[in-house]
């Protein structure tokens, strides 16, 4: 694993793919921070001058939950396209909202026409994504999470690891 890059490491003709798993983000900021993830701000850092060619988030839409809608609206705003969908209610109660695989499909899918794919999560379970991405497919793979609640596996494996906590602006405390 190297350490996040100066701007002078960074090659301006990079053709760059941005994955977000929306979920873990959230939970990490409002866990570790009491606060929520300015979009806006990660996307600008993580792409550093460089062409960016897509822009994901993943989402999960609950019926009852307040603000959501203005949530999406505010992805958007900073320039992210949104996959979106429903929570799953099981029989018993349990709920489940997983993107996992539909995000590694559209990050194998997209590889081809991307020099530098940028997986935004810390969830250890995109491991063998990222050792894919890398050696079945020559990308250059960052991975950018909060350090503290990413899985070290998924650091290491990234050809870059860049710690959100250490992004000017890219934390808005309540």
Known sequence: MRPAAKPSEYYVNQRVGIFIDVQNLYHSAKNL?????????????????????????????????????????????????????????????MKKADWDVGMAVDAIRMASFLDVVILVTGDGDFL???????????????????????????????DRFINIEDIPRAIMRK
């Open 33 to 93: 921070y009491h606060g929520r993830v300015n979009y806006s701000e990660l996307i600008k850092y993580l792409v550093r001058g460089r062409q960016l060619i897509r822009s994901l988030a993943y989402v999960v839409k609950s019926e009852t939950a307040e603000g959501e809608a203005s949530f999406f609206e505010a992805l958007e705003k900073a320039g992210l396209e949104l996959r979106m969908k429903d929570l799953q209610i099981y029989a018993g109660g």
């Open 128 to 158: 063998p994504l990222v050792d894919y991405l890398k050696w079945g497919q020559g990308r250059f793979v960052e991975v950018a999470a909060f350090h503290r609640s990413a899985s070290g596996k998924i650091q290491e494996a990234a």
